[in-house]
């Protein structure tokens, strides 16, 4: 017991930086000082863990096409891809749009069943990707995605706007919406 309290008296001269210069101990101790406790301070509450591994999510850019003609929009849909948070899940940036996989896997309809083979393919948990077309009347439509392994859709969102300045200030709101399992 003497050695805790000599142990817990040293960090405390340490703490207060009594160990920087000489001191001069008291001539008489004063009965009221109360003894330094050897006892652990209470602990900070901790976060709990997550309960289970954090789901990957195979984030996909635009294609190739949409970027041609819709630049600035393009990027900023794949930037705000990058910067989703799905609940949950880590992202990872595949090098590659969600048609070319499904070119490669010989999968090319938007169905349940293709894109539960593209996420195969990639090893991951969910896909969130974006498309861009024309609309009938030409305009940006975007749609962005977010799917389960298994081919599920867990969040989905679209637009149709005038412009290519329109669509851009908004395809934020519409990834956020998709990642977040909105519809």
Request: charged share 25%; net charge negative; glycine share 8%.
């Amino acid at each position: 017991m003497g050695r805790v309290i000599l142990i817990a008296a040293a960090i405390l001269v340490a703490a207060c930086g009594g160990g920087s210069k000489a001191q001069t101990p008291d001539p008489e101790p004063q009965a009221s000082q109360e003894p330094v406790s050897a006892e652990p301070a209470a602990a900070e509450p901790v976060a709990p863990e997550p309960a289970g591994p954090a789901k990957k999510v195979a984030v996909m850019p635009a294609d190739a096409a949409a970027a041609k003609r819709w630049p600035k929009l393009s990027a900023a849909l794949d930037q705000a891809l990058l910067d989703a948070r799905v609940e949950g899940g880590v992202g990872r940036a595949s090098k590659v749009p969600i048609d070319v996989v499904q070119i490669s896997i010989e999968c090319v309809e938007p169905t349940a069943k293709c894109y539960e083979a593209v996420a195969t393919s990639l090893d991951v948990d969910q896909l969130l990707f974006a498309k861009i077309d024309a609309a009938a009347d030409g305009r940006a439509r975007v749609k962005v995605t977010r799917t389960a392994r298994d081919g599920s859709v867990l969040g989905e969102a679209e637009g149709t706007y005038d412009s290519e300045d329109a669509a851009t200030s908004k395809v934020k709101g519409l990834v956020d919406r998709a990642a977040g399992g909105g519809s």
